[in-house]
């Protein structure tokens, strides 16, 4: 995919740097990330959930933070003892990971639950009363004439 300029936008515009930078990074691969895998959904109008698959992580060995827009899920398995079982074949991913996804403006983190191998992270959009539309009351002019105002001769 061709890179696209964005700095003739960024003369005419205020206050959109974070929108062109975000839309620079969707060009970059992300390196081919797959693990863990994770869904996306909206359960309300205003309401979301990312559920990832985290089999073998133990709730103090995920840690989620949310920081300016963007929200950040590691995940780091304890260090196994040396007199562990030993393993004929390992299929259950143990490695460390990061995540990180980008939440909208006033997308705010509500919980997270680790239930049967699966991270349920909550959100919700708390958008505030001053940015929500309202309905503009129309006034009655009350049948009143619109008064003339002449001019006056010099």
Same mark, same amino acid.
């Given at each position: 995919m061709r890179h696209v300029d964005f700095s003739p936008l960024y003369r005419s515009t205020v206050g959109f740097d974070r929108l062109f930078s975000m839309l620079d990074t969707l060009g970059q691969p992300d390196n081919g990330q797959t693990y863990p895998p994770y869904n996306i959904e909206r359960?309300? #109008? #205003? =309401?979301? *959930?990312i559920s990832m698959a985290v089999a073998g992580f133990d709730e103090k060995e995920i840690s989620i933070e949310a920081h300016r827009n963007v929200l950040t899920v590691k995940g780091e398995k304890a260090e196994e003892r040396e007199d562990a079982n030993e393993f004929l074949y390992r299929g259950i991913a143990a490695r460390a990971f990061e995540r990180r996804f980008q939440l909208a403006d006033f997308v705010e983190v509500k919980g997270a639950e680790l239930k049967n191998g699966l991270l349920h992270i909550e959100l919700k959009r708390n958008i505030p009363e001053e940015m929500k539309? *309202?309905?503009? =009351?129309?006034?009655?002019?009350?049948?009143?004439? =619109?008064q003339q105002i002449e001019a006056k001769a010099a």
């Open positions: 359960t309300g #109008d #205003d =309401a979301y *959930r539309p *309202r309905k503009i =009351a129309i006034a009655n002019g009350g049948g009143k004439k =619109a």
